[in-house]
Structure formats: structure tokens, C-alpha cells
């Protein structure tokens, strides 16, 4: 409904009354709690306790997660045992509640898994959230059931996305530890996965990390993603200058090109210093321009320097772009 979408504080304040109505009391709960109104959390155990419509009611629990909800959590656990104990596979609701308690990712949540285990380990949701928690407990029970998984590439399936990486309103990859959680399992991850871990571990500066355990593996990934090693960014740049089909423009190609790797790779002086090396190897007027363009939007006065060590035809034929970044 439209008035969902816009609501002010006064509205939202309103819309506790529409309770007693029978046909908008769940829609005006639903926008309440997405825009984190906590004082609808009673509302929200109530629905969480009619069990038949209970899965529904777990996702909006987002929008205030778990604080007043830990004896809701403890009753579908307590449901769940027996719903696993009578032969069930899973729960409706266990990718919700296992991303949930990925989002809280405190005491609470990491005890809960523990407290479970016992019927919890067969699911790849909540071995995931293990994993997410990444306290030294929780790694060793992931790492219990995952060993004897038939298909540990069926067990992390969608990790990233569970992760919440990339989705809106949820904190995703935010430090080391969960990275070191996953380094066994790399192998086994697809190529979504693996950028995504790539990306989250430039995002939070773990660069050694990332050259280390991911970067192997980007060889057989074809996503413009770049590992450190001299052979993949050489392989990278001959790549840009034979892109001209998505960036004809010389300027445009070098900078979408410098403006990712230094993200992804390392500083400027150093990336400079490495194309430098690769215009060298190539010892072509191409790749000279490339440098010279690199240079010229991201490099300072005293970088020109770095043209001294091109072949003498290459600057010939190059001069005038020269004459025009000094």
C-alpha cells in the first residue's frame, strides 16, 4: 500500500491503532516494524506464536532484530528439535532465523547455535552461520559437520548471499576472522563466492590475505578481477588495450583500469611502477600510451621519469602526448 512506502514518525506512531483492525492490524504491524519501531515487538511475539504463519513473521523481525525476541528464538529451537527428531529435514523458517542471528553475530547468537548443535549441524544455514560467527567453538562444530558432508560445494552453496554480502540492511563480511573461517573450504567455492571474498577483503584492507588465499584461485575467474602477481596484471593490461570494444578511448580505458586494480591491488606509486615494467615488456606504442594516460590523471610531474626507461622509437612516436603531460 501506498502509505507504507513514506512514513513519518507521526505515522508511524498512528498506526498502532489500526491493531484493532481486523483487516489492516498486519499491514500496519509489517510497516511498523520496517522502520524499526520497536515498541511493536509485543505485536510481534503474538504473531510469532500462532505457529501456523510464524515463518512470515520471522522476516519482519529485520527490522528490530532478536532483543525481544530471545524466548521466540527459544522456542523454535526447542519446536525444531522435534520437528528433526520426528524424521523432518528443516524448519520453514531456518534460513531466516539463521540469518538473523548472523546479523546480531554476539553472545546470544553464537550460544543458541551452540546450545542446538545437536540438530542444527545438518543444516547448511546454520552451518554457514557458524562459520559467520567464526568464534574458535563454532569453527570446530562447523568444521565437525562439513567433514562429514557428501558435497561440502552443496553445503556453502549461496554462503556469500546467506553472509549478507552485498544485501541491503545487513552488515555482511566485517572483519578477518570470518575471512580465515572460509580459507579451508576455498576450493570448494564457485566463482560468485570467491569475488565476493575478494572484494570484501580489499574492502576491509586485507590485502595479504586476499593475495594469499584468493588470489590463486582468480586465474580461472573472468570477471575483470585481477590477482597481484606481475603475470595476472600484465595479462590483465594487454586485456585493457584489446578491450576497445567496451572503451575505445584511451583515457577511459586507463582509468577504469587503474581506478579497480588500486582498489584491489595496491598504491599508485607501485601500480605505476608496474605498468611502466609491462609498456617495457611489451616495447609497443600501445601500451606506451596507456602508461602516459595513467600517468596523467593519476600520477605526479616526477613520474615522467618512468618513460625514460622505454624503448627511445617507442617515445619518439609518443612525443607529443609527452610534450602534453609535462
Not at 130 to 154: G, H, R, V
Not at 206 to 214: A, G, H, N, Q, V
Not at 284 to 290: C, G, I, L, R
Request: aromatic share 8%; with cysteine.
Amino acid at each position: 500500500m501506498v502509505w507504507q512506502q513514506t512514513l513519518t514518525q507521526a505515522e508511524v506512531t498512528d498506526l498502532r491503532d489500526l491493531e484493532r483492525d481486523r483487516v489492516l492490524a498486519d499491514q500496519a504491524l509489517r510497516a511498523r516494524l520496517r522502520t524499526s519501531d520497536a515498541s511493536a515487538a509485543p505485536l510481534l511475539r503474538q504473531r510469532l506464536r500462532k505457529k501456523k504463519w510464524s515463518r512470515f513473521w520471522w522476516h519482519e523481525a529485520r527490522g528490530i532484530g532478536l532483543n525481544q525476541l530471545k524466548e521466540e528464538v527459544a522456542e523454535f529451537m526447542a519446536d525444531r528439535r522435534q520437528l528433526i527428531a520426528g524424521g523432518k529435514q528443516r524448519a520453514e523458517a531456518d534460513y531466516i532465523l539463521a540469518e538473523l542471528l548472523m546479523d546480531r553475530r554476539d553472545t546470544f547468537a553464537a550460544q543458541t547455535l551452540i546450545d542446538n548443535w545437536d540438530h542444527l549441524a545438518g543444516s547448511s544455514y546454520f552451518v554457514q552461520a557458524a562459520l559467520y560467527m567464526a568464534t574458535p567453538k563454532l569453527i570446530c562444530l562447523a568444521q565437525e559437520a562439513i567433514e562429514k558432508s557428501d558435497s561440502i560445494s552443496e553445503l556453502l552453496k549461496y554462503m556469500d548471499m546467506h553472509w549478507g554480502v552485498k544485501m541491503f540492511g545487513r552488515p555482511g563480511i566485517t572483519d578477518r576472522a570470518q575471512l580465515e573461517a572460509l580459507t579451508p573450504y576455498l576450493i570448494h567455492l564457485d566463482e560468485g563466492q570467491l569475488c565476493s571474498l575478494f572484494e570484501a577483503a580489499n574492502s576491509l584492507g586485507e590485502l595479504e590475505w586476499r593475495r594469499t588465499y584468493i588470489d590463486p584461485h582468480m586465474a580461472r575467474i573472468e570477471r575483470g578481477y585481477c590477482a597481484g602477481d606481475s603475470h595476472s596484471i600484465f595479462r590483465s593490461l594487454d586485456k585493457a588495450i584489446q578491450d576497445d570494444g567496451v572503451h575505445r578511448d584511451r583515457e577511459i580505458r586507463a582509468h577504469w583500469w587503474f581506478e579497480r586494480r588500486e582498489k584491489e591491488l595496491c598504491n599508485r606509486q607501485q601500480l605505476l611502477g608496474l605498468i611502466t615494467e609491462w609498456s617495457r615488456t611489451r616495447s609497443d606504442v600501445e601500451s606506451a600510451h596507456f602508461l602516459l594516460s595513467a600517468i596523467a590523471e593519476f600520477g605526479e610531474r616526477g613520474d615522467l621519469k618512468l618513460l625514460q626507461t622505454l624503448n627511445s622509437d617507442i617515445l619518439a612516436a609518443v612525443e607529443d602526448r609527452i610534450s602534453n603531460c609535462s
